[in-house]
């Protein structure tokens, strides 16, 4: 497996070599956030990479969201891009050392993006950022990409055994209004944090 490091990271977006980027906000995660009613919600996108969910998001009214992402590279462009976006509420740096708790975690190909090894890592790092009661929703690939290097996919079961002791499964299944090219191939998930152990 390549080394998958900042550097490779940077060298992706100032090459603009992100083929999982579609250039807009994800219908699937816009028809959520349009459902949210609390604008309060503290809200993260890890590995915000070119950021339209985040402009999404602030657009629709929220105005506690933080963007993050390894990546200087992507953290300039978004900047760039959106230059209405708080700038104090923009974090490049590493995920699993980030710190501060939410209400809500977006994930759009994060996943993916980290090495299998480290998966169970990242499942325990999302529970730790998240308060009582807070979610962790979003898509995930459902097949195996059989790739060196991003994006690492996987298979429902995959994420349902990471993932299943620390959560309530809300929602998880077959997204219907994926874009026409992953239609059949993304799932939807809503995963709601338990509290010592028990469903909430």
Same mark, same amino acid.
């Given at each position: 497996?390549?080394?998958?490091?900042?550097?490779?990271?940077?060298?992706?977006?100032?090459?603009?070599?992100?083929?999982?980027?579609?250039?807009?906000?994800?219908?699937?995660?816009?028809?959520?956030?349009?459902?949210?009613?609390?604008?309060?919600?503290? +809200? =993260?996108?890890? @590995?915000?990479? /070119?950021?339209?969910?985040? &402009? %999404? +998001? =602030?657009?629709? @009214?929220?105005? /506690?969201?933080?963007?993050? &992402? %390894?990546?200087?590279?992507?953290?300039?462009?978004?900047?760039?891009?959106f230059p209405e976006f708080p700038a104090e509420q923009i974090f490049c740096e590493d995920f699993f050392e980030h710190q501060n708790h939410y209400d809500l975690i977006i994930e759009l190909a994060f996943f993916t993006s980290i090495i299998p090894e480290q998966r169970g890592l990242l499942a325990q790092k999302i529970f730790d950022l998240l308060n009582i009661g807070g979610k962790y929703v979003g898509l995930f690939f459902n097949h195996e990409f059989k790739l060196n290097e991003p994006p690492f996919g996987a298979i429902k079961e995959t994420y349902l055994e990471l993932l299943i002791d620390k959560f309530s499964v809300k929602t998880f299944g077959t997204s219907y209004n994926s874009i026409k090219p992953r239609a059949g191939r993304e799932l939807f998930f809503i995963f709601q944090k338990l509290e010592n152990g028990k469903y909430l």
């Amino acid at each position: 497996m390549m080394n998958i490091n900042k550097s490779y990271w940077n060298k992706l977006y100032i090459n603009n070599a992100l083929g999982w980027d579609i250039g807009y906000a994800s219908p699937p995660i816009k028809q959520y956030i349009d459902q949210l009613i609390d604008k309060n919600l503290k +809200i =993260l996108i890890p @590995g915000g990479g /070119n950021g339209y969910e985040a &402009d %999404y +998001i =602030l657009k629709k @009214g929220f105005k /506690n969201i933080r963007y993050l &992402d %390894y990546s200087e590279s992507a953290v300039s462009s978004f900047k760039k891009k959106f230059p209405e976006f708080p700038a104090e509420q923009i974090f490049c740096e590493d995920f699993f050392e980030h710190q501060n708790h939410y209400d809500l975690i977006i994930e759009l190909a994060f996943f993916t993006s980290i090495i299998p090894e480290q998966r169970g890592l990242l499942a325990q790092k999302i529970f730790d950022l998240l308060n009582i009661g807070g979610k962790y929703v979003g898509l995930f690939f459902n097949h195996e990409f059989k790739l060196n290097e991003p994006p690492f996919g996987a298979i429902k079961e995959t994420y349902l055994e990471l993932l299943i002791d620390k959560f309530s499964v809300k929602t998880f299944g077959t997204s219907y209004n994926s874009i026409k090219p992953r239609a059949g191939r993304e799932l939807f998930f809503i995963f709601q944090k338990l509290e010592n152990g028990k469903y909430l």
